[in-house]
């Protein structure tokens, strides 16, 4: 405010992804006039263009630029493969953990219930990467749950080479690793709405996993061949 006050010049700069119900970053109808707005907003993509044009955002202010944030999925030279080829090694799933602790703790208390129901930790290897912005304290609340598994806290960049799946709920991870040529568990809670870039989406390699539902374990145990949701088990 004080620098548009001052007529400085404002570039945003979108920073991750947004989705069609991310209602915080769009305005209603004739809202322009009063709502301060940057003089240029710069998007990752047409498609986010796009989403913030039907968001009333006036289109003279939107400019696509570049997704900085997943510049290493460009080198990527393998795109669309499901998973790498394994020979001797376990299938890797990523479970990756939102900032938001208590659906942190609602995913993970449910993959533990399943991956125990179904034995799976006999045929593939878990990986917990928690969220940067957890603190001590939630850490400690999710300790039981985390201890049962592998702990790794690089990057996704750094990883994506050794995982197969990637479980996640409310991150980009998800996006990340879709983009990569991953298969990806969407873990949709019961008290948020659609809050996950690749909710509309319908793909073979994104299942969506809502909250109270059970997962279907041959999602997981398919690796390479192609699915169809409604037959695995």
């Known amino acids: 405010m004080a620098a548009l006050k001052k007529n400085i010049k404002i570039y945003g700069y979108q920073h991750s992804s947004i989705w069609r119900l991310f209602l915080a970053q769009f305005i209603g109808k004739k809202e322009e006039s009063f709502v301060?707005?940057?003089h240029k907003l710069i998007t990752s993509g047409p498609h986010?263009?796009?989403l913030y044009k039907k968001g009333n955002i006036p289109e003279h202010k939107i400019v696509v630029g570049g997704a900085w944030r997943y510049a290493h999925i460009a080198s990527n030279d393998e795109s669309g493969i499901l998973a790498k080829k394994r020979t001797n090694s376990r299938p890797i799933v990523l479970i990756s953990l939102c900032i938001?602790?208590?659906i942190a703790q609602s995913m993970l208390s449910n993959i533990v219930?399943?991956?125990?129901d179904n034995k799976l930790e006999n045929e593939m290897t878990f990986w917990i990467k928690t969220h940067p912005g957890h603190t001590k304290y939630e850490l400690n609340k999710l300790n039981k749950l985390v201890s049962m598994y592998q702990l790794v806290n690089k990057p996704f960049d750094k990883l994506k080479e050794d995982v197969d799946i990637v479980i996640y709920s409310t991150s980009t991870i998800g996006l990340e690793a879709y983009l990569y040529g991953k298969k990806v568990v969407s873990y949709i809670p019961e008290n948020l709405l659609a809050a996950d870039p690749l909710f509309d989406l319908t793909d073979e390699r994104i299942y969506k996993w809502f909250?109270?539902?059970d997962l279907k374990v041959g999602f997981?145990?398919?690796l390479?061949?192609?699915l169809d949701l409604k037959k695995i088990a």
Not at 113 to 116: F, L
């Open 211 to 213: 909250e109270g539902e």
């Open 224 to 226: 390479h061949s192609k």
């Open 100 to 102: 938001d602790i208590s």
């Open 48 to 50: 986010f263009a796009e």
């Open 220 to 222: 997981l145990k398919n």
């Open 36 to 38: 301060p707005l940057p």
């Open 113 to 116: 219930r399943m991956a125990c």
